[in-house]
């Protein structure tokens, strides 16, 4: 099962994709999650994407795509992926879309979770990560997946693990950023999701209500 799963920064996009990821036992491929383990292992690309990642632009194509394709080349990726996080414009869109052409590789299924500016802004603010797990959602602002405490200290609330805060989420200039890239209807995300819509059957699923009443809408539509 290959699939896309798109949403703005903010509207419970990982959170989705981690039910979605459990249904059908593929791997999560996270384009920012891969960008900050490099960082925090010193790599390279690590170097060279931290200084776009913290003003909340995007890394160059000529960085991301080929790291992204290669990705979905390695031996956990035969029997299907969850891409979250890319593509992010519509170049990396057509980059994509070719390269599965190429291969002969079928989209199964592009998600796209529909959310408003403010609420996302709001969502992304309140986001913790877990130390432990990346598939380990929490949010202070979120009642479903609201952290645990332990000694008066904000902990994961599935597995008790360590929480810190993203540097761009708390910084409301590179949220700016992020979203324009996102709701971009000429050359940004929203235009990538609109490349699919022309080409593959996209699943819309309304991101405002609670965690539980989107994943049931979303596992529904997926069947
Ligand atoms: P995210 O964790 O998805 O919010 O991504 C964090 C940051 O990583 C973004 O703000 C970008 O700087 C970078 N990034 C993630 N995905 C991509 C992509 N597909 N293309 C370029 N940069 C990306």
Same mark, same amino acid.
């Given at each position: 099962?290959?699939?896309? @799963? !798109?949403?703005? %920064?903010? /509207? +419970?996009?990982?959170?989705? $994709?981690?039910?979605?990821?459990?249904?059908?036992?593929?791997?999560?491929?996270?384009?920012?999650? @891969? !960008?900050?383990? %490099?960082? /925090? +292992?010193?790599?390279?690309? $690590?170097?060279?994407?931290?200084?776009?990642?913290?003003?909340?632009?995007?890394?160059?194509?000529? @960085?991301?795509?080929?790291?992204?394709?290669?990705?979905?080349?390695?031996?956990?990726c035969k029997d299907g992926w969850l891409l979250d996080g890319f593509p992010r414009n519509l170049a990396q869109a057509e980059?994509?879309?070719?390269?599965?052409?190429?291969?002969?590789?079928?989209?199964d299924y592009v998600i796209e979770i529909l959310l408003d500016r403010q609420t996302s802004k709001n969502r992304i603010m309140?986001?913790?990560?877990?130390?432990?797990?990346?598939?380990?959602?929490?949010?202070?602002?979120?009642?479903?997946?609201?952290?645990?405490?332990?000694?008066?200290?904000?902990?994961?609330?599935?597995?008790?693990?360590?929480?810190?805060?993203?540097?761009?989420?708390?910084?409301?200039?590179?949220?700016?950023?992020?979203?324009?890239?996102?709701?971009?209807?000429?050359?940004?995300?929203?235009?990538?999701?609109?490349?699919?819509?022309?080409?593959?059957?996209?699943?819309?699923?309304?991101?405002?209500?609670?965690?539980?009443?989107?994943?049931?809408?979303?596992?529904?539509?997926?069947?």
């Amino acid at each position: 099962m290959n699939i896309l @799963i !798109f949403g703005p %920064n903010g /509207s +419970g996009k990982g959170t989705q $994709g981690a039910i979605v990821q459990k249904k059908f036992g593929v791997p999560h491929i996270e384009t920012g999650v @891969i !960008f900050r383990e %490099n960082i /925090s +292992g010193g790599t390279e690309l $690590g170097i060279k994407a931290k200084g776009y990642i913290d003003k909340g632009e995007l890394v160059p194509d000529e @960085i991301t795509v080929p790291m992204i394709l290669n990705r979905l080349k390695e031996d956990d990726c035969k029997d299907g992926w969850l891409l979250d996080g890319f593509p992010r414009n519509l170049a990396q869109a057509e980059a994509l879309y070719d390269a599965l052409e190429k291969e002969g590789i079928k989209l199964d299924y592009v998600i796209e979770i529909l959310l408003d500016r403010q609420t996302s802004k709001n969502r992304i603010m309140g986001r913790r990560l877990c130390a432990n797990d990346n598939n380990h959602p929490n949010n202070i602002y979120i009642d479903a997946i609201k952290p645990a405490e332990k000694d008066g200290t904000a902990v994961c609330r599935v597995c008790g693990g360590e929480l810190s805060a993203r540097a761009d989420d708390q910084d409301e200039g590179a949220i700016g950023k992020r979203h324009n890239i996102y709701y971009d209807t000429e050359t940004g995300t929203t235009a990538a999701v609109n490349y699919f819509k022309e080409r593959v059957t996209v699943i819309g699923v309304d991101g405002l209500p609670g965690v539980k009443e989107v994943s049931e809408e979303l596992l529904e539509k997926l069947g």
